[in-house]
Structures are given as structure tokens and as C-alpha cells.
């Protein structure tokens, strides 16, 4: 009987954590700013096949991407993480455009975007794709245009029914901390499909690996005594966390700038 009873709160909880993500869009408020959604592709390659991958997003994925319309891709390969793992993101401007035939196929044709997947799945050990959404006020990004080269990424699990205490912590306490240490960029983000909707991801973006020794703008900013409060007040909140270093891959990543 308890089994089924938390079974029925954590269905609850995730359905009050999509309302919630979908109330911030719709309220209303004018002063609310643009939801901001995209699409993390986690690909692993196999490590034999990382080179002629990576030659294969160069010489035919980008190309196909363009052609597609698509403005914008951020590529980052993990530094202190799995091998040959990579993150590709793109912006998402609305979910009926996935009611069309997908990118490459749009670009390719279908037999040609056929003969390309089957190519692709011949260098790939495994791929997933998430959508996240920005939690715009718990967010730093004092400089959207601009590109770092080292992003840190913290995948916070938070325990069901305690998703507004965890915001409140971002909001309240560690995003006054990221300014004040003033880090380049610190973005807060949810999972909404492909993955935990509990799940809450924070990157830091700093201009090199050499920033890091420096630590955490917590330590910083707080010292190692405050930094270590700070943490507490999210014990039993953040049930796990995982965190990795990328570094970005300019030669994977683009930006299409407007013609006119």
C-alpha cells in the first residue's frame, strides 16, 4: 500500500513539474522573458571511430544542418568524462516543427538522408536526445553571443515534491554567489522530455582550464566554511549529483549570422 501511494505521488509530482515549466510560459506576464528550449543530443562514439566521426559532422552533418535552416549548433567533447562522448545542442523555436520530415532528411531527401543515418550508425556506440528549458531567473548569461571554451555541468536530481525549495536555493543563494564571483556565463536548466523531469542541470562556462583552479565562485566568493552552508541547505533536497568538464569543439560548432 505505501509502495503504491509514493508510486502515485511521484506520478503527481512529475505532472505538477511539467504544469509548472508550461505556467511560466503562459501566464501571461509581459514581463516574463522568451521560453528558451533546446535539444541536447548525447552521443558516444566508438573510440576507433572518433576521427572519422567527427571528419563526417565536418564534412557532410554541418553542411546538411545549414542547408536545413538550422542557425545554430554548440558541440562539446568531454574532457574529464566518458570517452568520445559529446554534447550537441540546438536551439528548439517550436515543437510542431518535429510534425515535418527531420533536418537531414529535409536536406538530403529521404533516400539520401537513408544512406546518411545508415553511415552515422556505423561510428555511434550510443546517442540520446533530451530537451531541457531554462530557469531564466536563476540564470547568468550576461553576454549570450559570446562562446567559452570550458563549460562545467552539474546534473542535479532533485527529490520529488521539493522542486520549488531547490529553486529557491538557486535563486535566493547561489546565483547572487555566480555574480558576485563573477562567472562568465551560469545557466540553470530542466529536463522536460527524453530524461528525468526531476533532473536540473547547471553550467558554468569559463574561458579556460586554467580558470578552475581558482575553484568554484562558491569557495571563492564564500570561502570553503560558507561554501560548505551553502551545500547544506540542499541536503536532502539533491538526492544525487554528477558533474563533468567539455570542452567546446569549435570546429563541430556553428553560428549562422543573419544576412540582413
Known amino acids: 500500500m505505501k509502495q503504491r501511494l509514493f508510486a502515485a505521488a511521484a506520478v503527481i509530482a512529475v505532472i505538477v513539474g511539467i504544469a509548472v515549466v508550461y505556467s511560466r510560459q503562459s501566464s501571461g506576464q509581459q514581463s516574463a522573458p522568451p521560453v528558451q528550449r533546446q535539444q541536447v543530443n548525447v552521443v558516444r562514439v566508438k573510440p576507433d571511430m572518433i576521427d572519422t566521426w567527427i571528419d563526417f559532422q565536418v564534412q557532410r552533418t554541418i553542411p546538411a544542418l545549414k542547408k536545413a535552416g538550422v542557425v545554430q549548433r554548440e558541440a562539446y567533447q568531454a574532457a574529464y568524462g566518458p570517452l568520445g562522448e559529446f554534447r550537441l545542442v540546438t536551439p528548439i523555436a517550436k515543437f510542431a516543427d518535429r510534425d515535418n520530415p527531420g533536418v537531414i532528411e529535409r536536406a538530403l531527401g529521404a533516400a539520401g538522408a537513408k544512406e546518411y543515418n545508415d553511415a552515422l550508425r556505423k561510428m555511434i556506440a550510443s546517442q540520446t536526445t533530451y530537451v531541457i528549458q531554462r530557469i531564466a531567473d536563476a540564470s547568468f548569461d550576461p553576454t ?49 522530455f527524453g530524461g528525468d523531469p526531476n533532473e536540473y542541470r547547471t553550467a558554468t562556462f569559463v574561458d579556460n582550464f586554467a580558470a578552475l583552479d581558482a575553484g568554484p565562485a562558491a569557495i571563492r566568493v564564500l570561502g570553503a566554511e560558507g561554501a560548505a552552508k551553502l551545500q547544506e541547505k540542499t541536503s536532502g533536497i539533491v538526492t544525487s549529483v554528477q558533474r563533468g568538464v567539455y570542452l567546446r569543439n569549435d570546429q563541430l560548432s556553428f553560428r549562422t549570422r543573419p544576412t540582413s
Open 144 to 192: 549570450p553571443d559570446a562562446t567559452f571554451n570550458v563549460l562545467v555541468l552539474s546534473t542535479n536530481h532533485v527529490a520529488p515534491g521539493r522542486t520549488g525549495e531547490y529553486l529557491n536555493v538557486l535563486k535566493n543563494d547561489l546565483l547572487p554567489v555566480q555574480k558576485k564571483g563573477q562567472v562568465k556565463r551560469f545557466t540553470v536548466s530542466q529536463v522536460i
